[in-house]
């Protein structure tokens, strides 16, 4: 604050934490700043609303998202949880190679993880944070991984990645589990082939982090080799009444690929696909990735 010297700030951050943007937006406003809070869900780094009237934003929970940069000075502010889950180590993993993966919020504490593993012989590495469409920090080759996150969004990424079954710590229930993504598999691997035989392919592009023309100028040439139709739509937010009412029936999200999975992969009128997928329907499943 001392260095951009705003006169208005907004902060925003992730549902989970209206709290603590409360807080900060409060603490904002004792230094004499006019304060907004958004009531605009982000969903991570990539999405950082600028177009709000605001000299500077203020961004809480994620890391930088480092294929992209705002515009406006945005301090991203973590908002780690440092306690240290107290789990049974499984033996399944004891004696063997494991690279540990983390969200945002417990990436702090994966040494201490790894210092416990050890003292049961596990041979473990710190791979550090995974997103949930960025797993460049994910090293093929462990004999097992373990990601420290709350719920199924970010293990279920590193196993759709990694095609096999990845081993997840919830630090606030202290529960280990096995996530498998065989069964999604198979069912992504199903539209990807239906996907092929429709000769129109529409994408869905964002706005900020989430404007992926890169992505869609590779989509778009690869299907043009095959004769295929390709329009693009911009949204800022996807909702299921919108994707049901566009009149085409293969459509890619390029703007959050993981909303075709765990948001719109149970829909049945349409075939939502992420990038990768729809490479692999226009080159053959064995080009099959996730996301990318």
């Given at each position: 604050m001392k260095e951009v010297k705003?006169?208005?700030?907004?902060?925003?951050?992730?549902?989970?934490?209206?709290r603590q943007v409360d807080e900060v937006c409060s603490l904002i406003e004792g230094l004499g700043i006019e304060c907004f809070k958004s009531a605009m869900p982000t969903f991570g780094a990539c999405l950082v609303y600028e177009f709000f009237p605001v000299d500077a934003?203020?961004?809480?929970?994620?890391?930088?998202?480092?294929?992209?940069?705002?515009?406006?000075?945005?301090?991203?502010?973590?908002?780690?949880?440092?306690?240290?889950?107290?789990?049974?180590?499984?033996?399944?993993i004891k004696g063997k190679?494991?690279?540990?993966?983390?969200?945002?919020?417990?990436?702090?504490?994966l040494e201490k993880i790894k210092k416990k593993l050890e003292s049961e012989g596990v041979k473990a590495e710190v791979g550090g944070l995974v997103l949930g469409c960025d797993f460049t920090n994910v090293r093929r080759g462990f004999d097992e991984y373990l990601v420290v996150a709350g719920?199924?969004?970010?293990?279920?990424?590193?196993?759709?990645?990694?095609?096999?079954?990845?081993?997840k710590v919830d630090p606030y229930t202290d529960k280990v589990e096995k996530v498998s993504p065989k069964r999604i598999l198979m069912k992504r691997y199903w539209k990807a082939s239906m996907a092929s035989e429709e000769d129109v392919i529409a994408i869905?592009?964002?706005?900020?982090?989430?404007?992926?023309?890169a992505i869609i100028r590779g989509i778009k040439m690869i299907a043009g080799r095959r004769k295929k139709k390709v329009k693009v739509y911009k949204s800022l937010i996807l909702t299921k009444d919108f994707i049901l009412n566009l009149?085409?029936?293969?459509?890619?999200?390029?703007?959050?690929?993981r909303l075709a999975v765990d948001d719109f992969g149970e829909i049945e009128e349409k075939i939502v696909l992420a990038p990768g997928?729809?490479?692999a329907s226009l080159m053959g499943l064995e080009y099959y990735s996730f996301p990318w």
């Open positions: 705003p006169k208005r700030v907004l902060v925003e951050g992730p549902p989970g934490l209206y934003i203020v961004h809480l929970g994620h890391f930088p998202y480092k294929w992209w940069k705002p515009r406006k000075p945005t301090l991203f502010l973590e908002v780690p949880y440092t306690r240290v889950p107290e789990f049974e180590i499984p033996k399944e190679r494991v690279q540990l993966l983390a969200s945002a919020q417990h990436v702090h504490v719920g199924q969004f970010h293990a279920l990424g590193v196993a759709l990645y990694l095609k096999r079954e990845v081993w869905i592009d964002g706005h900020e982090g989430q404007s992926r023309e009149p085409e029936k293969v459509i890619v999200i390029a703007s959050c690929p997928e729809v490479r």
